[in-house]
């Protein structure tokens, strides 16, 4: 095997070492609002049509929380999260540690991870928010493995989540027809088992395209020759020629230098779970590897882009489908604002 490239781990060499363990995802669990903002609702508020939509994106509707009903960020975390202790069978107090992926926390202090594991019962489980935007998840699940892999510690709960409604300008039809709300959950546990977790992973950011997906809080927050009258605070900007140009040209290299440094083809690979941006672009990465359509999932016509929400999502909707099974290869991939891109390449 080649020497891992800069940013990539390769989980393979220490998985039969003495003491060594391995990590299971022993359960997901998933929540999205019942709220459904279709292609038909947004031709009411903005110059669009849902042909536009669908041949762009592949979306039909996206769901949106109603800050009336109390829905938000910490609320659909905690119900994503509770079924997946339920689904792994464990009690909230064993969890060790709570990881949760989001750009629409509650405030900057204290984090939502700090709440979500106080609303279920976690006791003194360490808690922290990871920003990295569509790829937060994935961060999230390599970090964990790595801490439970390395013996810091037993069972660490990733949850990836984003209420992207409450930052959209729906006068902005290139941004607002994307988005969605929903989180989901995995948890994760040490085994004995050294055969099972991560083969091979990767965290990569480049912090010079920051301008292309940026969400301002404050007028200081406009790149140098932003059109003010065009952008708003508290609302999501983004160059979408930019960033298709960075995902399209970004999820083949990180799909391909994963598949190269664990040793795998495509085709061995029984399930790629993708952040779901843009169904153009995730079937020109499944055409590009020659990958069947029931290897590489896809959901964005049903919820939108969710950003950190999308990975595990897909994850819980395939588990619940048995489509992810004990025992077969899985790759998580995403990429977003920052700009950042992950991979995770799983036994499970």
């Known amino acids: 095997m080649a020497a891992p490239a800069r940013g990539m781990a390769v989980g393979v060499a220490g998985a039969g070492a003495a003491g060594a363990r391995g990590v299971r995802i022993a359960g997901t669990g998933r929540h999205a609002p019942e709220g459904r903002l279709t292609n038909a609702d947004l031709e009411k508020m903005m110059d669009t049509s849902d ?65 979500v594991a106080a609303a279920v019962g976690a006791g003194d489980a360490g808690a922290f928010d990871l920003m990295a935007a569509c790829s937060g998840f994935v961060y999230g699940l390599n970090i964990a493995h790595d801490l439970i892999r390395a013996g810091s510690y037993r069972n660490v709960a990733v949850v990836g989540c984003d209420v992207m409604s409450k930052v959209m300008d729906y006068e902005n039809r290139n941004v607002a027809v994307l988005f969605g709300d929903a989180a989901g959950a995995a948890v994760l546990r040490a085994t004995d088992d050294p055969g099972k977790g991560m083969i091979a992973g ?66 061995d690979v029984d399930m790629f779970v993708c952040h779901q941006s843009n169904a153009r672009m ?62 995770s390449l799983w036994r499970l």
């Open 202 to 267: 990767t965290m990569r950011a480049d912090g010079s395209k920051w301008q292309e997906l940026y969400l301002p809080q404050a007028e200081r927050d406009f790149p140098p020759g932003a059109d003010r009258t065009a952008v708003k605070v508290d609302a999501l900007q983004m160059n979408g020629r930019e960033v298709y140009k960075f995902a399209v040209g970004t999820f083949s290299r990180v799909i391909e230098q994963t598949l190269d440094r664990a040793g795998v083809k495509a085709s």
């Open 51 to 115: 042909e536009w939509i669908v041949q762009r994106t592949g979306i039909r509707e996206r769901r949106v929380c109603d800050p009336t009903k109390g829905e938000s960020t910490t609320e659909i975390c905690t119900l994503a999260l509770k079924k997946a202790l339920a689904d792994a069978r464990m009690d909230p107090k064993e969890l060790d540690l709570l990881i949760l992926g989001t750009v629409t926390g509650e405030m900057t202090c204290p984090s939502t991870a700090c709440r």
């Open 282 to 343: 995730l079937e020109s990465a499944r055409d590009r590897f020659g990958v069947p359509p029931e290897k590489f999932y896809i959901n964005i016509d049903r919820y939108g882009n969710c950003s950190a929400g999308s990975v595990p999502v897909c994850l819980d909707e395939l588990r619940e489908q048995g489509r992810c099974r004990e025992g077969e290869l899985v790759m998580f991939v995403a990429f977003g604002g920052g700009l950042t891109w992950a991979a």
